[in-house]
C-alpha cells in the first residue's frame, strides 16, 4: 500500500494528478485501473473520481502499489552550470547558459535546479519553470517554488518577459515601438513554427513589440507561442544571426537573450513582487 499525507502543495489539485505526480515511475495506464477498480481511498472511503479536490491534510491510500515505487526528483549526477539572479521562499530566477535544453535531458536547466535546490520529492509538486526557452537562447528563466506559486505565475499576463536580439533590421527611433501580429502554427513534425497574416485552422495569434534603445534591439512578448520572436522576425525578413532554422545566417551561437522579467497585477502571497524587475545582458 502506498500512502499520501496531502500538503499544501497538493491543496486544490485534482486527486488523478496528485496520484499521477506521486506515482512517477507507474504507467498511466496503471493508475487509470487503479482508480476503475476503486483501489484508492481518500479519508476513509474508496472513489474512483479522478476530478476529486485534494485538500491539505487528506490521507489517501492507494492499494497494490508499494512505496518503493515512488521516484525522488533529486538528481545527483548533474553539473550546474548556471546564476542565481533572485531567489525566496516563492521563486528562483535563473540566467540559462547557451545550448542547454530545459528538459528531457540530463543536465537540462530542470534537472540542474532540481540539483541545486537540493529537492527530494515528498509531494505532488515539482519545481517548474513558468515558460520555457529554446535550447540555443540564454537568459532569464523563473521557477516556482511551490504549487501556489506555479498556478499563480502560469497566467502569463503578470510577467512581462523582454529579449534582446541581433538582427540587421532596421533602428527604430528612439521610444518609437513597432507591435507586429500574426497567426501562429507550430507543426511538431517539422520542429518549425510558421505564421500566417490571418486566423487558419489550428492558428493563434501571436503579437510581439519590437523597439531600440541603442546598440540595443528589443523585443517583448504579449503572447507567448513556440520560436514566437524567431518566426517573427524571420517572417518579417529580418532573421536573428545564427539562426539558420529560420533564415538565419551561420555564426557560432544564436543571438537572443531572455534580457528583462518584470511581474505586475499579483495577489495575495505574490503581491511582494509586483513592480520587481530582474535584468540580465548577454556575453556577446
Given amino acids: 500500500m502506498f500512502t499520501i499525507n496531502a500538503t499544501s502543495n497538493d491543496q486544490g489539485r485534482i486527486l488523478f494528478k496528485v496520484v499521477k505526480e506521486y506515482l512517477n515511475n507507474v504507467p498511466i495506464s496503471r493508475i487509470e485501473k487503479l482508480f ?164 487558419k485552422d489550428n492558428t493563434k495569434e501571436a503579437i510581439t513589440i519590437l523597439y531600440d534603445k541603442a546598440p540595443h534591439h528589443y523585443a517583448e512578448l504579449v503572447t507567448g507561442r513556440k520560436h514566437q520572436i524567431r518566426v517573427t522576425l524571420s517572417k518579417l525578413g529580418y532573421p536573428i544571426f545564427g539562426d539558420v532554422n529560420y533564415g538565419g545566417k551561420k555564426d557560432k551561437r544564436v543571438y537572443l537573450h531572455s534580457h528583462i522579467i518584470k511581474f505586475h497585477d499579483l495577489k495575495d502571497e505574490l503581491e511582494y513582487l509586483n513592480d520587481l524587475e530582474f535584468i540580465d545582458f548577454p556575453k556577446w
Fill in 36 to 199: 476503475r477498480e476503486k483501489d484508492i481511498k481518500v479519508n476513509g472511503i474508496r472513489t474512483n473520481d479522478k476530478k476529486l479536490s485534494v485538500s491539505e491534510g487528506d490521507l489517501i491510500l492507494i492499494y497494490g502499489i508499494e512505496a518503493g515505487k515512488k521516484r525522488q526528483a533529486f538528481i545527483k549526477n548533474v553539473e550546474v552550470k548556471f546564476n542565481v539572479i533572485f531567489e525566496d521562499e516563492s521563486i528562483l530566477i535563473v540566467n540559462k547558459p547557451y545550448n542547454v535544453d530545459m528538459h528531457d535531458s540530463t543536465n537540462s536547466l530542470d534537472n540542474q535546479v532540481l540539483k541545486y535546490l537540493k529537492f527530494v520529492k515528498i509531494d505532488s509538486f515539482v519545481p517548474s519553470s513558468i515558460g520555457r526557452l529554446d535550447k540555443k537562447t540564454t537568459g532569464l528563466v523563473c521557477y516556482a517554488k511551490s504549487y501556489n506559486a506555479l498556478r499563480t505565475l502560469k497566467q502569463q499576463e503578470n510577467i512581462k518577459k523582454v529579449y534582446l536580439y541581433k538582427s540587421n533590421i532596421p533602428f527604430l527611433e528612439e521610444g518609437e515601438t513597432k507591435t507586429v501580429t500574426f497567426h501562429h502554427f507550430y507543426n511538431p513534425e517539422r520542429q518549425r513554427a510558421e505564421l500566417f497574416n490571418e486566423a
